[in-house]
């Protein structure tokens, strides 16, 4: 809560700090000068987690409770002994909120993962690619990225621009 907290924190004052700029700065005389597109960044160039848009940190968290947190938890904090087998060989839903292992897989992967499930790879995740659309998933990646410790988001963008 805390972490949503200052994202919105942050978010306001970009925000506020943007509009200051436009009101006082003066008009100048337009030149006929070719000026390029500002690209937009992509997931994988972000520095940290300050930098995830609020609306998709809170959306992603409403899909998750809605979707995923009977299985993984309120807080993405996974089932307690998550590690041991239950006893038809599956694993229990890990945590997802930076304490497991979710952070060490590429955003493809991620994504995969919930498109198809594990039930194939004898896990017990169901598919969600029928259920969720894309720009969900992401937003629910979002969100569980804006659970994890900074140090474990600034590896996972280690490991996701290999």
Request: with cysteine.
């Amino acid at each position: 809560m805390k972490r949503i907290l200052f994202i919105l924190l942050v978010s306001l004052t970009l925000v506020s700090c943007s509009k200051d700029e436009t009101s006082t700065t003066q008009k100048q005389p337009t030149a006929s000068v070719a000026v390029e597109p500002v690209k937009q960044s992509s997931r994988s160039e972000l520095a940290s987690q300050s930098d995830f848009e609020f609306s998709k940190v809170v959306s992603g968290g409403k899909l998750f409770k809605q979707n995923c947190a009977e299985c993984h938890g309120v807080n993405a904090q996974g089932t307690p002994g998550w590690r041991k087998r239950k006893p038809d060989g599956k694993l229990k839903p890990p945590p997802l909120n930076g304490t497991g292992h979710m952070w060490h897989h590429s955003r493809a992967v991620l994504t995969n993962l919930i498109i198809n499930g594990t039930l194939s790879q004898g896990g017990g995740m169901p598919a969600w690619g029928g259920k969720l659309t894309q720009q969900e998933i992401d937003a629910i990646i979002t969100w569980i990225q804006s659970k994890w410790p900074e140090e474990a988001y600034k590896s996972w963008l280690e490991i996701n621009n290999r």
